[in-house]
C-alpha cells in the first residue's frame, strides 16, 4: 500500500507476506539490520518509533553513507497490521509494459518524469539475480557485446538464477550517477534500466545524458523523488500500529 512496512511481515500459516515473493526473494535484504535497530529503539523509546518510519530512515542514512544526497524525512508513520502480497505482485507486471507506461504511472502517482528516471538511479548500488537480466545478456541487442559476455560468466543459461551481480558494474558501492553513464554505454543490467536510454532520441534520453554529465542534477531531482516516494500510502493517527517485532503484528503469536 505503500510506506507503511508491510514488507517487513514474515508469513504466517494464515497469511502470505511479500518477502517470500518472486518479485522480492533474494532482492530485498537485510532484514536482521532493521531487526537490531528496532530492538534499541524499543528499549530506549518501547511503542514510539514505527517500523516505517525505521525503513524511511534507514533508506536516508544508506544513500548518505555511501556518497548520495542528504534530505530530511518527514516522521510519523505508522505499520500496516497486514501484508499486501496481492497488490504487490499487481504491480510487478507494470515494470514490463514498457518505459511509457511506466512513466505514465509514476506522473499520476504525482511524479514528474525527471523524478521517476532520478528514482531509477537507486540502481547505482544494490545487486540483481542472474534470472532478472538473463534474457537481456543473451538475447537483446541493446547491450555492449563484451559486458554481455562478461555477465555470462556468472550468469549461465541454464540454472543460476539466484547469483547475484551488482546493477552498477562500475561503482557498485557508491551512490553518484555511473549508473546514467553506463547506461549512454549501453551496460544497464536490466531491461528496465538500459530502457532509460536508447541513443536514438527516446523519451527519457535527454534526461540520461542530463545525469550523466550533472551529478548534482541528479541528486536534486532525486531527492525531491524520494520525499515524495516516502509519503505515499502512509498510515498516520490511530490508522494501523506501532509494532513492537517489525516481523510480526502486535499481539501475534511467536
Known amino acids: 500500500?505503500?510506506?507503511?512496512?508491510?514488507?517487513l511481515l514474515d508469513d504466517t500459516p494464515s497469511s502470505t507476506g511479500e518477502k517470500s515473493l518472486v518479485v522480492n526473494l533474494n532482492t530485498t535484504r537485510g532484514y536482521e539490520i532493521i531487526d537490531k535497530i528496532k530492538a534499541r529503539l524499543e528499549k530506549a523509546c518501547p511503542a514510539v518509533v514505527s517500523c516505517a518510519d525505521i525503513l524511511a530512515v534507514v533508506a536516508r542514512d544508506s544513500v548518505v553513507g555511501l556518497g548520495g544526497p542528504n534530505?530530511?524525512?518527514?516522521?510519523?508513520?505508522?505499520?500496516?497490521?497486514?501484508?499486501?502480497?496481492?497488490?504487490?505482485?499487481?504491480?510487478?507486471?507494470?515494470?514490463?509494459?514498457?518505459?511509457?507506461a511506466i512513466i505514465l504511472f509514476f506522473e499520476a502517482k504525482g511524479f514528474t518524469k525527471n523524478e521517476f528516471v532520478a528514482l531509477q538511479g537507486s540502481h547505482t548500488i544494490g545487486m540483481a539475480r542472474c534470472l532478472t537480466y538473463k534474457n537481456h545478456i543473451y538475447d537483446d541487442k541493446n547491450i555492449d557485446p563484451a559486458y554481455a559476455a562478461s555477465?555470462?560468466?556468472?550468469?549461465?543459461?541454464?540454472?543460476?538464477?539466484?547469483?547475484?551481480?551488482?546493477?552498477?558494474?562500475?561503482?557498485?558501492?557508491?551512490?553518484?550517477?555511473?549508473?546514467?553513464?553506463?547506461?549512454?554505454?549501453?551496460?544497464?543490467?536490466?531491461v528496465a534500466d538500459q530502457?532509460?536510454?536508447?541513443?536514438?532520441?527516446?523519451?527519457?534520453?535527454?534526461?540520461?545524458a542530463n545525469y550523466s554529465s550533472s551529478k548534482d542534477?541528479?541528486?536534486?531531482?532525486?531527492?525531491?523523488?524520494?520525499?515524495?516516494?516516502?509519503?505515499?500510502?502512509?498510515?498516520t493517527g490511530k490508522d494501523g500500529e506501532i509494532r513492537t517485532n517489525c516481523r510480526k503484528v502486535n499481539g501475534a503469536k511467536a
Open 1 to 7: 500500500m505503500g510506506c507503511d512496512g508491510s514488507i
Open 71 to 100: 534530505w530530511n524525512v518527514p516522521l510519523g508513520r505508522r505499520d500496516s497490521t497486514e501484508a499486501h502480497p496481492y497488490l504487490t505482485e499487481a504491480i510487478a507486471p507494470l515494470f514490463l509494459a514498457g518505459l511509457d
Open 151 to 190: 555477465l555470462r560468466a556468472n550468469c549461465p543459461k541454464q540454472g543460476g538464477d539466484s547469483k547475484l551481480t551488482p546493477i552498477d558494474s562500475t561503482t557498485p558501492f557508491v551512490f553518484d550517477n555511473m549508473y546514467f553513464i553506463n547506461l549512454m554505454k549501453q551496460k544497464g543490467l536490466l
Open 195 to 208: 530502457q532509460l536510454y536508447t541513443g536514438k532520441g527516446g523519451t527519457a534520453d535527454a534526461i540520461v
Open 217 to 235: 542534477n541528479f541528486f536534486n531531482n532525486y531527492v525531491t523523488g524520494i520525499v515524495k516516494l516516502g509519503k505515499m500510502g502512509v498510515l
